[in-house]
């Protein structure tokens, strides 16, 4: 089993909808992270969340929101959708305690959403 | 202008070529780099991590940070079809805060 896991993997759903996308995680890690990667745009940061009871926003949270239901478990909502929602998703994880201090992120295989 | 530029491509090389990819950054905190790989359909993973300005190789891939210059490369030697993927720089300031991306290249290897 995967150790960052999203779902859905895929969702097709209508302007006005609304829309959560699920992300669990075994690895034991404290840091979780919303990205969306757009053709062009790279991943760009969305949300993010360093423990259950803090929630930051990241660079283009307009239109999401979140919840961290527990240490393993972040979601994101889009409480209205639009077409321009429409792209791939990410969930991230990462160890403040790692040794090697790299910051490194773990990510998910991805939700791809499109909103018509 | 973006923090960080990468060149998206898409690159197309023979198989056991030599390949550079590259980023360029405006922020001159920026101190630790990396580099990350995304195979079709699948999340970005680590390649390469390096720390200020110099050289880390692995393998058949070297990276390389110039600071003055504000510029990064990732070198892949004798390329083969399984590098085949978009590869995205990344850099922070400092550790274990937020990643800024490139916009990642695209990279095919022929058999």
Same mark, same amino acid.
């Given at each position: 089993? @995967?150790?960052?896991?999203?779902? #859905? ?29 757009? #053709? ?29 239901? @527990?240490?393993?478990?972040? /979601?994101? /909502?889009?409480?209205? @959708?639009? #077409?321009?929602?429409? @792209? ?29 | 202008? !973006? ?8 690159? &197309?090389?023979?198989? %056991?070529?030599?390949? =550079?990819?590259?980023?360029?950054? &405006?922020? $001159? ?6 580099? +990350?790989?995304? +195979?079709?359909?699948? %999340?970005?993973?680590?390649?390469? +991590?390096?720390? &200020? =300005? %110099? ?11 110039? !600071? $003055?210059?504000?510029?990064? $490369? ?7 079809? $399984?590098? &085949? ?6 850099? =922070? ?8 991306? %490139? ?9």
């Amino acid at each position: 089993d @995967a150790d960052v896991t999203q779902t #859905p993997r895929n969702r097709i759903t209508k302007t006005g909808k609304r829309i959560m996308l699920e992300c669990s995680q075994t690895k034991g890690h404290d840091r979780m992270y919303w990205y969306r990667q757009d #053709p062009g745009l790279g991943l760009q940061l969305i949300y993010y969340s360093f423990d259950v009871k803090d929630i930051n926003k990241g660079e283009i949270s307009d239109g999401y929101s979140v919840s961290r239901q @527990a240490q393993a478990k972040f /979601s994101l /909502s889009l409480e209205s @959708a639009i #077409p321009n929602q429409t @792209a791939l998703y990410f969930c991230a994880t990462s160890d403040e305690t790692s040794d090697a201090n790299t910051g490194e992120l773990f990510f998910g295989e991805g939700s791809r959403l499109t909103v018509l | 202008q !973006k923090e960080v530029e990468q060149d998206p491509g898409p690159l &197309s090389v023979p198989e %056991g070529a030599i390949v =550079s990819l590259n980023c360029t950054y &405006s922020n $001159s905190a920026f101190q630790y780099f990396m580099w +990350y790989r995304q +195979y079709s359909r699948k %999340g970005p993973e680590l390649l390469m +991590y390096t720390y &200020s =300005s %110099g050289n880390k190789e692995d393998g058949r891939f070297t990276a390389q940070v110039d !600071k $003055s210059s504000k510029y990064i $490369s990732l070198f892949i030697r004798d390329s083969q079809p $399984s590098d &085949s993927a978009t590869y995205l720089c990344a850099m =922070s300031a400092p550790p274990n805060e937020k990643l800024t991306f %490139g916009t990642g290249t695209r990279l095919t290897i022929i058999p």
